[in-house]
């Protein structure tokens, strides 16, 4: 691979084939781009449901880290944070000279320094990529702040990708940082939102409260708002809490306690807990988390007597 090539030729390895890998994967599919990938859950019960995707969207499916890391030109890294050192090293062995490994990944900082000394040793040209908010809506177009010495250079052949890649700063770290630092607030929020909102629920002040946030934060559709973050937690609690406990080792790298972060992610796991005891119905059936009132969760939380 030349930088001066036409990026659609380049062949992209999407480490992780969850839902934003699978997103990515059939907006490059639209554009005729060569795609391969390797997920985890291939080697177990889980399999089926991403071999279906792949075969739908012409995705090469591998047996491994390196073997993905071997054939692409650009790796992009979607995991859960907990796994983006570890991604790196599995990775790094058999990444292509000069290839670039985007790290969609939210780590902090720190994180995201380990693992880019691990790709830059083995030849390879490593950016992080900080992705400002929720995928879905936005698909490939998601706003993605890069960050890294060869951020730059990487720019331009994402945004041919179809992606909205901007750099923020070549100082590795710094894209994180903002990101990390933004979800201090947005996963705090969602946090905030269904535990005061739950306990509204229980004491039947649910309405006053409300009606009192429209008050206070009225370009805030409170409703839609407060039944948004439900759905989002109950299917994706366990990959924010693993976010929300490296925003906390974010704020400790910056001397402080995370006393806020750190009990976002236990609320964000204990939903997670939640779900996957089958609180909120059956996981992979339209019903799961698509309730279109916050009232009907919370509901299914206080009937567990653990709010």
């Known amino acids: 691979m030349t930088l001066s090539g036409d990026p659609r030729a380049w062949t992209i390895g999407l480490i992780g084939y969850g839902e934003v890998g699978r997103i990515l994967a059939e907006d490059l599919h639209q554009l005729g781009v060569a795609v391969c990938a390797y997920d985890v859950k291939l080697e177990d019960d889980r399999a089926a449901p991403l071999q279906e995707h792949a075969a739908v969207h012409d995705v090469s499916l591998l047996d491994s880290h390196a073997a993905v890391a071997a054939r692409a030109d650009l790796i992009v ?20 000279d000069a290839a670039f490994f985007l790290d969609f990944n939210s780590a902090s900082p720190g994180a995201k320094g380990r693992a880019s000394e691990l790709i830059t040793a083995a030849g390879g040209r490593y950016v992080e990529g900080a992705v400002m908010t929720s995928v879905p809506p936005y698909r490939s177009k998601v706003p993605l702040l890069l960050g890294g010495p060869h951020a730059p250079l990487l720019e331009p052949a994402l945004n041919a990708l179809g992606f909205a890649a901007k750099t923020g700063s070549t100082e590795l770290g710094v894209a994180s940082a903002t990101k990390m630092c933004r979800s201090v607030m947005i996963k705090g929020l969602e946090a905030m939102v269904i535990e005061s909102l739950t306990t509204a629920r229980h004491y039947g002040v649910e309405d006053a409260v409300i009606a009192s946030l429209y008050e206070t934060f009225p370009g805030i559709d409170w409703e839609q708002q407060a039944t948004y973050f439900f759905q989002r937690v109950i299917e994706h609690g366990r990959r924010r809490s693993e976010e ?64």
Request: with cysteine; charged share 25%; aromatic share 6%.
């Open 244 to 307: 929300v406990r490296e925003v906390a080792e974010t704020v400790r790298e910056a001397g402080l306690e995370p006393w806020s972060a750190s009990g976002t992610a236990e609320r964000q796991a204990w939903m997670a807990d939640l779900a996957d005891s089958g609180v909120f119905g059956k996981r992979d059936t339209p019903s799961f988390a698509r309730a279109d009132d916050w009232r009907i969760e919370a509901d299914r939380i206080l009937d567990q007597g653990r709010a």
């Open 77 to 96: 890294s979607a995991v859960t944070a907990s796994q983006a050192v570890a991604v790196a090293q599995s990775c790094a062995p058999a990444v292509q």
